[in-house]
């Protein structure tokens, strides 16, 4: 199957990060080159691109379509490994990152990866093809654990029914198809909810979140790339759903925040600056001639922050 990728809000990454033709660029999330290509045709013979991402299809694909920039180069690591893959480059600061977070439609689109609920395949879901898979977490985890990852990364209000029909079905067999799970899903809640929307989406993106330890790479990369920037450098984040943007959001309002002295203080005696300024103040989301052409940029929300001069030194 051909690894098809819309880059999401295209323009507006690009203009947000301010692109400077001979500076330091990285892309955490490389998928198909969409903004990898884009970022990389920007620069000069002095400029230089560093596309990472953890899945090695993806990988494949960015290496070859970024094989006419040589400025440009692929690494095989989670965005989480921003600082280690800077350090072993001997690069100390870069002048903007970009992150596209979540699932790519190429993995979304290939029903063997285990992603969709559309299609039967093998219960899968592992961006970096390595480690703990679906099926691991949908048969060997315990009711209470399955029922708080359900809850928590999927937001479904009817996770412990799910989650006790899933030990139910597993004591009788093992869970090993999409379909089979999917199955479940749609006969643990109520008719009205399934008539409302497709009942797997919340379980399946939880599942996804938990067999990829997506939050845990998040909070780890969002850190490593902030303060891998150089003073004047830009990070920008395209996230997907609310989770991921609230992540995101207070990390923003966390390195944007000054003085931390009690309210009561007359003056100001901590004497701490804002390490970051907001390049927008509210998200931005996709225009309505691109939701036209790539619905799936629908829940997209990019938010972008600028590195203080101060915090530099």
């Not at 955490?28 to 090695?56: E, Q, V, Y």
Request: proline share 4%; aromatic share 6%; with cysteine.
């Amino acid at each position: 199957m051909e690894f098809s990728h819309i880059p999401v809000m295209l323009e507006e990454c690009m203009d947000g990060l301010d692109i400077h033709p001979d500076g330091i660029y990285v892309d955490g999330t490389a998928g198909g080159a969409g903004h990898s290509s884009a970022i990389a045709a920007r620069l000069n013979k002095k400029g230089r691109l560093i596309a990472l991402d953890r899945d090695p299809d993806a990988v494949a694909v960015a290496t070859e379509r970024l094989s006419v920039y040589p400025n440009a180069r692929v690494y095989h690591r989670n965005y989480s490994e921003i600082r280690a893959i800077l350090d072993e480059l001997d690069i100390d600061y870069v002048d903007g990152i970009l992150m596209d977070l979540g699932v790519s439609s190429f993995q979304l689109d290939e029903g063997s990866r285990g992603f969709s609920y559309h299609s039967d395949a093998p219960l899968d879901m592992r961006m970096s093809k390595e480690g703990v898979s679906a099926a691991d977490v949908v048969n060997t985890y315990s009711e209470s654990e399955l029922a708080r990852i359900i809850f928590e990364y999927g937001e479904e209000k009817f996770s412990r029914r799910i989650a006790s029909n899933i030990v139910s079905a597993r004591e009788v067999s093992p869970i090993e198809t999409t379909l089979q799970l999917a199955d479940i899903i749609r006969d643990s809640v109520p008719q009205k909810a399934r008539r409302e929307k497709n009942p797997c989406k919340k379980t399946f993106q939880a599942i996804r979140i938990a067999v990829n330890g997506e939050f845990e790479h998040l909070e780890k990369g969002l850190e490593d790339a902030f303060f891998s920037l150089r003073a004047g450098g830009r990070l920008a984040v395209i996230t997907f759903h609310s989770l991921e943007d609230r992540i995101v959001k207070k990390k923003f309002a966390e390195w944007c925040k000054g003085c931390i002295c009690p309210p009561d203080f007359p003056q100001c005696v901590c004497g701490r600056k804002p390490q970051g300024i907001l390049v927008n103040r509210k998200p931005l989301e996709a225009k309505e001639q691109e939701l036209e052409r790539n619905n799936r940029s629908r829940s997209a929300k990019l938010r972008i922050i600028e590195r203080s001069v101060e915090s530099n030194g």
